[in-house]
């Protein structure tokens, strides 16, 4: 029963993306859900491209994004993926740093926000409409 959904280019070797990773279930019981799109920093052909390939491929993609944002290791997988276009959608965007996180009207909100400081931001955006 999520409130708002936003979009966040992620990187599973990024640190502030970690953090939000594991703040998910305190941004579910703030109504909000959270929409991953792959965003490796290094660019395409680097290591994290083909971790986040990976992590895509994988049976269990949550799990397997769960245990890649913790740093354990990401088993080797290859399938049909958005991973290039995610990025290439990133750039268009203006993305160069993540998180990247977007309100649901588009709006970008910045890089990692408290849950708290979140929901106020999105409230905020909200009421101005």
Request: proline share 5%.
């Amino acid at each position: 029963n999520a409130k708002y959904t936003i979009s966040v280019f992620t990187d599973i070797e990024c640190g502030y993306c970690r953090k939000l990773h594991q703040d998910i279930a305190e941004l579910n019981r703030n109504g909000i859900s959270v929409e991953y799109l792959a965003f490796p920093r290094m660019g395409l052909g680097s290591k994290d491209y083909t971790d986040m390939i990976s992590v895509w491929c994988a049976a269990d993609r949550r799990q397997a994004l769960t245990n890649a944002k913790r740093g354990g290791s990401v088993p080797a997988k290859n399938c049909t993926n958005p991973v290039a276009m995610q990025y290439a959608l990133g750039q268009q965007l203006g993305v160069n740093g993540t998180p990247a996180i977007f309100a649901p009207d588009g709006t970008q909100l910045g890089g990692y926000l408290p849950p708290a400081q979140l929901r106020a931001a999105l409230e905020k955006l909200s009421a101005k409409r």
